[in-house]
């Protein structure tokens, strides 16, 4: 049996040696970024909000994106290392290569990752929004100097799962981002996170896109039957926001999921993607230009395309993290839970309930904010329980 990876596609502390910042390379690649030099960083709504006319025709809030361009004054990402477990890779993409330190297949013993098959660029996206590089080619990534390990693991089986957990903590990622979950994680998988974070090692897991089903919406994971990885108490559980500062039609939620993050909306509701990776030329998406509401028109080259889901808003929450760990690399994982809650924007607050905590069941406690989390990072001493 196969993992469910949480996709929907719109339209059809270590010092690496090759990345520290204390070489010439990597200074000079932090003291010349530029985000407006990549040439679809202006459709990045859910980073940082840009007015053109492409988010005025499209009536993106403003407050939707994670407020990320105050987060990259002081860090972005440099000397973390941040594992990715996915269903393949493309580890030649432009936006990509530059920033991956290795990649290893899992269940085939072997150093293919590539999309061999009919299956999605899944993992080539998920990637891309942890840290696509600032290269002039396209989009970047939440944090363009961090690091990936990139970790093909497909099968639904527990000992090739903490197989994959185990290769990244002993290859040195600081965070792991999983943009997948299973509904019935075991006793030996949650142990394995356990330890994991004992390790200090910040797991993120999505929480789904289960919906609209019907007249049900999202689905609450606090139902019977229902023991997903992203409720796990080792875990930091991402749920999905749109374009409107809203929480997404599709994600679920539940009493032990944190935080939300951008992760866009479905079509056919008037909803929009987040711009990332694809698998470039044939392995990729045939589309090079997308219509949208309101008969806006966007031409994009086949290394990209547009993807919604909270698989791809986990990865966002966890190239934050690498921000927050860069900035200050003496943060725990139960840090970095704290700081994402407390500096959470509450969205919809005017219109739903937010108890004592801060807590809402469909909507966590709030949509990561960048900026604030990086700015408390960086003093950040004591670990509080919120």
Known sequence: MKKSFILFLFISGITIGCGSSGTKETRNYLENFNPYN????????????????????????????????????????????????????????????ANIYDYYNIDYNSKNVENDSDESSHGT??????????????????APAAKLLLIQQFFDDDAY????????????????????????????????????????????????????????????????????????????????????????????Y????????????????????????????????????????????????????????TSFACPIAAGVAALMLSANPTLTPEDIRTILIQTADKIESDEVYYDENGFNLKRAYGKVNAAKAVEMAKSYTTTTTP
């Open 38 to 97: 990549e040439p679809y960083f202006q459709y990045q709504w859910y980073l940082s909000y840009t007015k053109n006319d492409f988010t005025r025709t499209l009536q993106v809030d403003p407050n939707a994106s994670i407020h990320i361009l105050d987060a990259w004054k002081t860090s972005l990402g440099e000397d973390v290392l941040v594992a990715v477990i996915d269903n393949n890779f493309e580890v030649t993409h432009k936006d990509l290569q």
């Open 125 to 142: 996206a998920t990637a891309g929004f942890v840290a696509a590089v600032a290269n002039g080619y396209g989009i970047v990534g939440t």
């Open 161 to 252: 799962t903490i197989k994959a957990f185990e290769y990244a903590r002993k290859r040195g990622a600081k965070i792991i981002s999983n943009s997948w979950g299973t509904g019935h994680v075991s006793e030996a998988v949650a142990a394995e996170l356990a330890y994991l974070k004992d390790q200090n090692i910040t797991i993120f897991f999505a929480s789904g896109n289960n919906g609209p089903t019907g007249d049900n919406g999202n689905q609450n994971l606090d139902m019977p039957g229902v023991y997903d990885e992203s409720e796990l108490p080792s875990v930091i559980g991402v749920g999905a926001t749109n374009e409107f500062n809203r929480l997404a039609s599709y994600s679920n």
């Open 254 to 309: 539940g009493k032990n999921i944190d935080i939300l993050a951008p992760g866009g909306d479905i079509p056919d509701l008037g909803g929009l993607g987040l711009l990332g990776l694809d698998d470039t030329g044939a392995k990729g998406s045939p589309y090079s230009s997308y219509t949208f509401q309101n008969h806006y028109t966007l031409y994009i080259d086949d290394a990209h395309a547009f993807h919604i889901g």
